[in-house]
């Protein structure tokens, strides 16, 4: 087994990658800066992690929402790779205590939003650290035309170019149109990058579409029909709440979110 297997299966449990991933991570390893679009559950954080874990020195993670920051160091820290997150959730005494940590090398993993690069303090203690890898999630950002433009993505390649030694850069994103792939690397100044573009089918998903005027009855008959459980979406908090109660004044043992 090759080092990257090894860690797969130690950290994260599984025997061996899902499409792209093995691909994706040889390169990283091979110093060739990578775009990744592979669809949600495709496992696209694997291909920055298990590389972070075997480069020299740390990885920056540019991520743009502080709960999916949260998400993912709660869930490195929990099997056991040393990460963490800088944002304004912290107090001052988290940031304090983070950055001495950060400044003792005690972090593999850094998660960052793309606004802390404006920083000139964030920069010079970056500039003290060795950085293998940067990498960008939900890269579609960087692009006007992606659906959910965040305009100081603009900035992570100017900000990258301050270092004198160019780390490996990494893009990932779920869906991305020609036109927004092509502004993503060109935006994040990827340097004849590898480019993996997953398959958006879902082996494990049957979507079917029903049309019925009693929704109620029709949401009982599946329920009477199936074995295992389920998840019921609702377009509004109202019918939610009018569902849980219906299913559950019928004797189903229920939750709701």
């Given at each position: 087994?090759?080092n990257?297997?090894n ?10 990658f ?5 691909e ?11 775009l ?31 709960s ?17 997150f ?71 390649a ?57 929704k ?42």
């Amino acid at each position: 087994m090759t080092n990257s297997q090894n860690l797969l299966k130690k950290f994260f449990g599984y025997d061996k990658f899902r499409p792209g991933q093995e691909e994706i991570i040889n390169n990283i390893l091979n110093q060739n800066d990578c775009l990744g679009i592979m669809p949600t559950g495709a496992g696209k954080s694997i291909c920055y992690q298990i590389p972070a874990m075997i480069l020299p020195g740390v990885t920056i993670v540019i991520s743009p929402l502080i709960s999916l920051m949260k998400d993912q160091v709660d869930n490195l820290n929990q099997i056991g790779i040393p990460a963490t997150f800088i944002n304004s959730s912290l107090s001052h005494s988290e940031y304090s205590q983070t950055i001495n940590n950060i400044m003792h090398n005690v972090y593999k993993i850094i998660y960052v939003a793309p606004e802390r690069l404006t920083s000139e303090v964030f920069l010079n203690l970056l500039n003290n650290l060795q950085i293998s890898m940067f990498t960008i999630d939900e890269a579609h950002c960087v692009s006007m035309w992606g659906h959910d433009f965040r305009k100081s993505y603009r900035e992570i390649a100017q900000f990258i170019n301050e270092f004198d030694k160019r780390p490996v850069i990494t893009a990932f994103t779920a869906t991305a149109t020609e036109v927004v792939r092509k502004d993503v690397l060109e935006l994040l100044g990827l340097s004849n990058p590898y480019i993996y573009i997953g398959g958006f089918d879902r082996e494990n998903l049957n979507i079917h579409l029903y049309i019925e005027e009693d929704k109620l009855e029709f949401v009982k008959d599946i329920i009477r029909e199936e074995d295992s459980s389920g998840i019921i979406y609702c377009v509004t908090r109202k019918e939610v709440e009018g569902l849980y109660n219906y299913l559950k004044d019928l004797g189903y043992i229920v939750g709701k979110y």
